[in-house]
Every structure is written in C-alpha cells, then in structure tokens.
C-alpha cells in the first residue's frame, strides 16, 4: 500500500540554522509533491509545489528538492526564526484531485 | 486576500444526530476538497468536486454525502453520527484541480 513517511515526528533547530525535513514514500507515483505548514488548530497553509519533473525549487528561505529515484523530497528552512515552529506536511498528487499526507514533523526553533 | 470560509467553526452534536458543513472557496476556484484530522493526525481525503461534480474520493463513510452548489460553495452532510466522527472538518479550495491547496479555518465537530 501506498506509504509517505517524513524523517522524524519532532525536530528541535536552533535559531539561525538550517532545517531539514524529509519525506520519503513507497509503492506511488507522484506527478508532484507540495509541503503545507500547519499550526494547533489551524488549516494547512501551501508552501511550495514541486513537479515530477523538478529536482529543485526555491521560494524566499524555503528550499525543496525532488528525487524521484530515491523516492524522497527534503524541504529546507535557511536562516530559521522562532515563528518558523510549526507542524510541516508533505503532500503527493498522482494525477487525480486526492493529496496524501504525511504524518507531519513539528519543527521547533530554539531561540 | 479572500480566503476559503466555513462554517460554523464549532459544532457539537449527539450520537445518532445529523450535521450540515459548509465551505465557500475563494473566488473563481472551481474545486472543492473535504478532509477529516483526528487528533495528532494527519489530514483524510474525504471527496472532492470540479466544476459541481464529484470528482474524486476517498475514505468517506457512506453516512456522509456531499455536493457542490451552483455558485461553487459545498456542503458536507454527515448523518448517524458516531463519537469517532469528532474531529477537525477542513475545506480547501483549488483553481482547476490539480494545482495546490488553500484550506480554511476548519469545522470542530464534537460529537457526545
């Protein structure tokens, strides 16, 4: 069955650093890959959209690649600030209108 | 910027009860999805509409139904309702489908 996981649950970051999240998936076939931030009780918000055929793309401090090889996205937060805490999702498309989500990493940067 | 609307944004009711949902997507976006988010869980694909027709789903009870009206705002109807039915109800409108995702505030259902 279809199965998108992302690195790790929570992941404490110390201010100013680069995040890294990962989220890697097995037996799909994406034609693309968007990652939402969400906070408690709150709707997802769109990041960044990432096309099959993309390995990269880039939007203010956020940063995703795309590898369809190893079956893995990695979304990046340079220079992280305390109100980038929050929980991300990744999110594959296969042609039809459904989105699965990944469980989500609640990322918490330390002042 | 106008953002997707629903309401009510709580709602509680008794097992067994019904309850309407509502969603109003942003101007000119033709596609509606539905998603059900338990408790530290991930969003559910419930359904979605293009242009007033359904046009996926997904992991729906059969007691739920819904539909997109003429000026594109939907509703969730959700019948026989079950304690494990309470959750966060979220609506997310589209520009043509396939593209990303704006989601609304969200309906808590609470069901006693």
């Known amino acids: 069955s279809q199965k998108i996981e992302q690195n790790s649950e929570a992941l404490n970051i110390q201010e100013g650093k680069t995040a890294t999240l990962t989220c890697n998936y097995t037996n799909y076939s994406p034609a693309y890959l968007q990652w939402y931030r969400q906070d408690p009780g709150r709707g997802p918000v769109f990041l960044l959209l990432i096309r099959e055929n993309e390995k990269e793309k880039r939007k203010e401090r956020l940063k995703v690649t795309f590898d369809t090889t190893l079956k893995q996205s990695l979304f990046h937060i340079t220079a992280s600030q305390p109100a980038d805490s929050a929980t991300y999702l990744c999110?594959?498309?296969?042609?039809?209108?459904?989105?699965?989500f990944g469980k989500g990493t609640k990322l918490s940067v330390i002042p | 910027a106008a953002g997707v609307i629903q309401s009510p944004r709580h709602l509680i009711k008794e097992k067994r009860e019904t309850a309407t949902l509502k969603c109003y997507p942003i101007?000119?976006?033709?596609?509606v999805y539905w998603y059900q988010q338990g408790p530290g869980q991930d969003p559910q694909f419930l359904i979605s509409f293009y242009e007033k027709m359904q046009s996926d789903k997904g992991s729906i009870p059969d007691r739920f139904s819904a539909q997109q009206f003429s000026d594109y705002h939907s509703e969730l109807n959700m019948s026989s309702l079950e304690l494990g039915d309470s959750a966060l109800y979220f609506c997310a409108s589209a520009a043509g489908g396939f593209y990303e995702q704006y989601f609304g505030p969200g309906t808590r259902l609470t069901v006693t």
């Open positions: 999110a594959l498309g296969a042609g039809s209108y459904q989105l699965t």
């Open positions: 101007p000119r976006h033709d596609t």
